[in-house]
């Protein structure tokens, strides 16, 4: 069954320490797509980013960077020097191609709160 | 930003009276959502459309039920509120689902239940 795992619930680090937030997946299909996705305080969702199961290639974005590892299932998200403004919730989420079971929707990890103190 | 309001924002009811929230879209996008985020749960499905009057189920859909009878427009309705629908719900679009062509779902703002 498709499922996707986020077991920090918490994390707390200090400005400028780099944190890495995990994500695990189980999908048996060879074809799907995983997603970050980033509530702030104010409570809405941002996309943060889309990658699909054939691109392994790690991603970075200014402080922000991907590693995906088709290995070991997992995709995660690293700030690197983090900030204030990076305190949120992230959430991790899988969508697989082939309809199996969850018509191609999203499903989503329970997500990370990180909160980063001055 | 994509185009997506919800209302209302913000609800305050009592149990057994019927609710329904709104979710408005100017991306003429195919597919809409509807989820709920509750502690401890992350986003859960309820119900979801891919076009007008085409509606399914999702993962958490007992005492829903959508309607969609314009693209722009996909409403949630809680026949008789309770109080475990006390929620943040939130509306979402793509333009194929996203496990087909890895299409990414965008947010509506949420709305805030409350159900006394």
């Known amino acids: 069954a498709q499922k996707v795992t986020q077991a920090q619930t918490e994390i707390s680090v200090v400005e400028k320490e780099d944190v890495t937030l995990d994500c695990v997946y189980e999908?048996?299909?060879?074809?799907?797509?995983l997603f970050w996705y980033k509530q702030p305080p104010s409570g809405e969702l941002v996309f943060l980013i889309r990658?699909?199961?054939?691109?392994?290639q790690n991603e970075i974005s200014g402080r922000y960077s991907w590693n995906f590892q088709k290995s070991t299932s997992s995709f995660n998200f690293t700030i690197t020097a983090s900030q204030v403004v990076d305190s949120a919730v992230y959430f991790c989420?899988?969508?697989?191609?082939?309809?199996?079971?969850?018509?191609?929707?999203?499903?989503f990890g329970k997500g990370t709160k990180l909160s980063v103190k001055p | 930003d994509a185009g997506i309001t919800q209302s209302p924002r913000h609800k305050v009811t009592e149990t057994g009276t019927p609710v329904t929230l709104r979710c408005h879209q100017t991306?003429?996008?195919?597919?809409m959502y509807w989820y709920r985020q509750d502690p401890g749960h992350g986003l859960r499905l309820i119900h979801y459309s891919y076009g007008v009057k085409d509606t399914d189920k999702g993962e958490v859909s007992d005492g829903y039920s959508v309607s969609r009878s314009k693209t722009e427009d996909f409403l949630l309705t809680l026949e008789s509120a309770t109080s475990s629908q006390t929620s943040v719900y939130f509306c979402?679009?793509?333009?194929?689902?996203?496990?087909?062509?890895?299409?990414?779902?965008?947010f509506g703002p949420g709305t805030r239940l409350t159900v006394l």
């Open positions: 979402a679009i793509s333009e194929s689902p996203p496990g087909l062509w890895g299409d990414t779902q965008y």
């Open positions: 991306e003429n996008h195919r597919y």
């Open positions: 990658r699909n199961s054939f691109d392994e």
């Open positions: 989420a899988l969508s697989e191609a082939n309809y199996g079971g969850s018509q191609g929707n999203l499903i």
């Open positions: 999908t048996r299909d060879t074809t799907y797509y």
